[in-house]
């Protein structure tokens, strides 16, 4: 019996250590259209080299603007599409409401990734405090 508690205490410190090897993320962006492809890009870099990691962009202010349909970065390119291809791999986009508010911008034009919070800046302090989030600011 003994040694059946022992090898169940190994195994469950193994679960928990498994379980602890992803790190989670979370990227600030209130900055305009001209960071995000750089800021997409170092996602993706991130997820190439550790893919479990859990990536939650929340976007505020001008940080939004990456996030509508049709942006596009200066080479005229849309971003939907990397935006699509980085939820597809689990990473979450979060814009804030109160920017759309301020700037009378419609829920409906956002690319259908995204997702609403309240506040943007209530988000990145909620996951840093309550969900134990690393904190990006590229």
């Known amino acids: 019996m003994k040694r059946q508690l022992i090898a169940l205490g190994f195994a469950l410190c193994t679960a928990v250590a498994a379980a602890q090897d992803h790190i989670k993320v979370v990227y600030h962006v209130n900055t305009g259209v001209e960071t995000a492809a750089a800021i997409l890009s170092n996602i993706s870099n991130e997820l190439n080299a550790s893919p479990t990691d859990r990536i939650v962009v929340v976007t505020h ?18 971003f939907s599409g990397q935006v699509s291809a980085l939820a597809g791999r689990g990473v979450e986009f979060k814009v804030c409401n109160n920017t759309l508010q301020t700037r009378h911008i419609d829920a409906a034009n956002l690319l259908m990734e995204t997702q609403i919070v309240p506040s943007g800046v209530a988000e990145v302090a909620r996951l840093q405090a309550r969900e134990g989030f690393v904190y990006l600011k590229p």
Not at 61 to 78: H, Q
């Open 61 to 78: 202010g001008p940080g939004i603007d990456f996030l509508l349909n049709d942006a596009k970065d200066s080479k005229g390119r849309e």
